[in-house]
């Protein structure tokens, strides 16, 4: 079965620090699918980022980048310069489980806080 | 804006009742998922349709049902509620362009069911 662990309840920084999210997951399986979604105070859940089992490229775009790293298991985010509306729950999920075609397994979610 | 339209938005009824939450996806894609979002469960799946066929399962209840439509849009039907029922119910659709593709799943901005 999948696995999502997202260890961080809860961090709160000051606008304009940077801050990391961390991820790791478990699967048995060799070809899988890494996403990054954002749910702000409103309440919809927004895409982030899609990654796949073979590329470990990281990636940024503007403030956002992502460390993906299969010897650790890990695909871990990372806001630069912090601002208050970067303020939402983020969530890291896999899909790739043979078992149940392409649904999402959901970490518990690392809910961010940025102050002035 | 994602693409996916879900009605209602909100949605307080009496615990023995039956509800249907509805869901469009985005224009072109064939699947449809349903996950349910509540404090203590965290974010889980429970069906995914394509293209008018039930594809995989997940936690659901026996009490949940849910089909789509020929024209795509897809309905939950939650029966005999409880208090433990109450949460925030997300629809996402996606491409699928193939078995195990992992396609972005795009979400829609939720209902959020409140049993009495």
């Known amino acids: 079965a999948q696995k999502v662990t997202q260890a961080q309840t809860e961090i709160s920084v000051v606008e304009k620090e940077d801050v990391t999210l961390d991820c790791v997951y478990e699967?048995?399986?060799?070809?899988?699918?890494l996403f990054w979604y954002k749910q702000p105070p409103s309440g919809e859940l927004v895409f982030l980022i899609r990654?796949?089992?073979?590329?470990?490229q990281n990636e940024i775009s503007g403030r956002y980048s992502w460390n993906f790293q299969k010897s650790t298991s890990s695909f871990n985010f990372t806001i630069t310069a912090s601002q208050v509306v970067d303020s939402a729950v983020y969530f890291c999920?896999?899909?790739?489980?043979?078992?149940?075609?392409?649904?999402?397994?959901f970490g518990t979610g690392t809910r961010l806080q940025v102050t002035l | 804006d994602s693409g996916v339209t879900q009605t209602p938005k909100h949605l307080i009824t009496a615990t023995g009742q039956r509800v249907t939450l509805r869901c469009s996806p985005r224009?072109?894609?064939?699947?449809v998922y349903w996950y349910q979002q509540s404090l203590d469960q965290g974010l889980q799946f429970l069906i995914q349709?394509?293209?008018?066929?039930?594809?995989a399962k997940g936690n659901i209840l026996e009490r949940f049902s849910a089909q789509q439509f020929p024209d795509l849009h897809s309905e939950l039907n939650l029966s005999s509620l409880e208090l433990g029922d109450s949460a925030l119910y997300f629809c996402?659709?996606?491409?699928?362009?193939?078995?195990?593709?992992?396609?972005?799943?795009?979400f829609g901005p939720g209902t959020r069911l409140t049993v009495l």
């Open positions: 996402a659709s996606s491409v699928e362009s193939g078995p195990r593709s992992g396609d972005t799943q795009y």
């Open positions: 699967t048995r399986d060799t070809t899988y699918y």
């Open positions: 990654r796949n089992s073979f590329d470990e």
């Open positions: 999920a896999l899909s790739g489980d043979p078992g149940t075609a392409s649904k999402l397994t």
């Open positions: 224009s072109g894609d064939l699947s």
């Open positions: 349709y394509y293209n008018g066929e039930e594809r």
